[in-house]
Nanobody, 127 residues
């Protein structure tokens, strides 16, 4: 599986950005996709997951501000980010795993044993 993120950039606090993830080489029939981020000096944070049944998980830190969506035909994952805050500054990665549990383990351990992730796209929010 190959995942390529795009759409990052620099914005002022309160602004918006939309991230995209293009996926290829998927062989699973059912899978979860999501986004995680890592800021300098902080732990990785799983921020959104879309499961194969369409259910969506959001971290409390982004709930109400970020919206994840998936286009199963184009095999793309998007993340609409509104009301951005300086604390949202991080490298944002797209990830894919068999299910939500495996994706959570992937984010925690960053191991290919649990799935795949992309190189990331940088988001910088200035105050």
């Amino acid at each position: 599986v190959q995942l390529v993120e795009s759409g990052g950039g620099s914005v002022q606090a309160g602004g918006s950005l939309t991230l995209s993830c293009a996926a290829s080489g998927i062989t699973y029939r059912r899978y979860s996709m999501g986004w995680f981020r890592q800021a300098v000096g902080k732990e990785r944070e799983r921020i959104a997951t879309i499961d194969s049944d369409g259910s969506i998980y959001y971290a409390d830190s982004v709930k109400g501000r970020f919206t994840a969506s998936k286009d199963p035909v184009k095999n793309t994952l998007s993340l609409q980010m509104n009301s951005l805050k300086p604390e949202d500054t991080a490298m944002y990665h797209c990830a894919l795993a068999l299910d939500r549990g495996a994706l959570a383990l992937l984010v925690r351990l960053l191991s290919p044993e649990f799935g795949s992730w992309g190189q990331g796209t940088q988001v910088t929010v200035s105050s």
